[in-house]
T-cell receptor, first 111, second 115 residues
Framework: QKEVEQDPGPLSVPEGAIVSLNCTYS??????FMWYRQYSRKGPELLMY????GNKEDGRFTAQVDKSSKYISLFIRDSQPSDSATYLC???????????FGRGTSLIVHP | ETGVTQSPTHLIKTRGQQVTLRCSSQ?????VSWYQQALGQGPQFIFQ???????GRGNFPPRFSGLQFPNYSSELNVNALELDDSALYLC??????????????FGPGTRLTVL
């Protein structure tokens, strides 16, 4: 079992839909949780990070962490074709500067 | 402020050869990490350099080695290339010491193909 599990998709949705992306993990030491977006042929860029459990909102994006279930989510409201990309979850333990990545979910938002 | 840059963009090598990939960190950053991203997979941590010393290593053999220079630029060297080394190699720079969490900024990557 991998430390971080993420469904590779692809996930195809119509423009304007609410998108839910998820990851599960097994290492209870993880404290920092991150979501990266990676466009084709580009490096990942950090979208959001959260510390411990709870919700965090930034514009159309909301990140949720449920440490009791070892489950994190990223919600995208009013999805746009420009949101089409691979979304990677990543997490690290306190004091560690090295994140462990999921394999990424490919999202396609069609007009 | 310039971002993280990597060179070359693409590279084709044959099995058994050696390769050097280069990374220029974002201004003000003191740490560089290297990752290998195979097709359809997430980035896998290779190693990290902090102030020119290796500061952590993932599950990669010794033929993967690196350097960080005083200007915080970095190199990744891979000897005795194998077909499975074909991947996107990502460099990420960050500033360690500014708080409990350091954001990593990734470069665009170097796509290595081993034939």
């Amino acid at each position: 079992q991998k430390e971080v599990e993420q469904d590779p998709g692809p996930l195809s949705v119509p423009e304007g839909a609410i998108v839910s992306l998820n990851c599960t993990y097994s290492n209870s030491a993880f404290q920092y949780f991150m979501w990266y977006r990676q466009y084709s042929r580009k490096g990942p860029e950090l979208l959001m990070y959260t510390y411990s459990s709870g919700n965090k909102e930034d514009g159309r994006f909301t990140a949720q962490v449920d440490k009791s279930s070892k489950y994190i989510s990223l919600f995208i409201r009013d999805s746009q074709p420009s949101d089409s990309a691979t979304y990677l979850c990543a997490m690290s333990a306190k004091g560690s500067y090295i994140p462990t990545f999921g394999r990424g979910t490919s999202l396609i938002v069609h007009p | 402020e310039t971002g993280v840059t990597q060179s070359p963009t693409h590279l084709i090598k044959t099995r058994g050869q050696q390769v050097t990939l280069r990374c220029s960190s974002q201004s003000g950053h003191n740490t560089v990490s290297w990752y290998q991203q195979a097709l359809g997979q997430g980035p896998q941590f290779i190693f990290q350099y902090y102030r020119e010393e290796e500061n952590g290593r993932g599950n990669f053999p010794p033929r993967f080695s690196g350097l960080q220079f005083p200007n915080y630029s970095s190199e990744l060297n891979v000897n005795a290339l194998e077909l499975d080394d074909s991947a996107l190699y990502l460099c990420a720079s960050s500033f360690v010491g500014g708080g409990p969490h350091n954001e990593q900024f990734f470069g665009p990557g170097t796509r290595l193909t081993v034939l």
